[in-house]
């Protein structure tokens, strides 16, 4: 059953001409942002050829590419999410669900794979624009694994905060207007984690940049992972409690 629910929402997605207008518009400024890189690559490769363990294009081309995809998916993520739990709340056909036999977690796992769905597809259509670098050059492609590991990690994160915030009302711009806030609060807390006040390695663990940043660099750690995984588990398991929570009420 979670596969079904899955197959409906991605499916409910495309129906949607908003998704299709994000879907195009994300992919012709990545694109763009993509050209510009390889525009500043070629500028520098007189210099770079002279320099000893000069960075290739992973390091110029490829981490700066999937960091600015990072804070597009920011910013698009709570379009998507806005509606998966409370556009079914404005109109009534959450009981339609509660009525089913479906457990919370199933609904709740199943929206949230169809969600991750589609932005698993954007993810795998940026992917082509690094790997059309093999027709021309040397790819790292151990840095190209890890840094699209860690914005599929990113985006999961950004989803299953989105899919809470929308459990959590019935408007769908006020789910999207919260699920950014939350989102750009976890990016940017690691600024207060930089100075030199009490808890400032908590904070600086909290920073999903932070946790970000070594796997752009092709460094892999367990620790990044776990964190993301976490996120996860995290606010999923918060939207099911929300839901049991709506369920009971009379």
């Known amino acids: 059953m979670i596969l079904t629910i899955a197959a409906r ?7 949607s001409p908003l998704a299709w207008s994000i879907l195009a518009v994300t992919l012709f400024i990545l694109a763009y942002l993509f050209l510009s890189q390889i525009e500043a690559y070629i500028n520098l490769q007189p210099r770079l050829a002279a320099l ?3 960075p290739g294009v992973a390091d110029i081309v490829v981490a700066p590419l999937f960091a600015d995809a990072a804070i597009v998916l920011l910013l698009i993520t709570p379009l998507v999410t806005m509606r998966v739990l409370s556009e079914e709340r404005r109109s009534g056909t959450i009981s339609l669900l509660f009525s089913a036999p479906l457990s ?4 709740v796992i199943g929206k949230y794979l169809g969600v991750l769905s589609f932005f698993l597809i954007l993810l795998a259509l940026l992917a082509l ?3 059309s670098l093999l027709a021309g050059s040397e790819l790292d492609m151990s840095k190209l694994a890890a840094g699209m590991l860690g914005l ?3 985006v999961a994160a950004f989803t299953a905060i989105g899919v809470y915030m929308s459990a959590l009302t019935e408007q769908p711009t006020v789910a999207a207007v ?3 806030g939350l989102l750009l609060l976890l990016w940017i807390i690691d600024w207060a984690g930089n100075s030199q006040m009490d808890g400032s390695n908590a904070l600086a663990y909290l920073s999903m940049l932070r946790h970000y940043e070594p796997l752009l660099k092709g460094l892999f750690s367990s620790a990044d992972v776990a964190y993301y995984l976490l996120i996860i588990v995290l606010f999923l398991g918060f939207s099911i409690r929300r839901l049991d929570a709506t369920r009971l009420q009379p």
């Open 152 to 154: 599929v990690l990113v």
């Open 104 to 107: 919370m977690t199933e609904i």
């Open 52 to 54: 000893e363990g000069a």
């Open 178 to 180: 919260t699920t950014f």
């Open 129 to 131: 624009m690094p790997l």
């Open 9 to 15: 929402e991605l499916r409910s997605l495309f129906l």
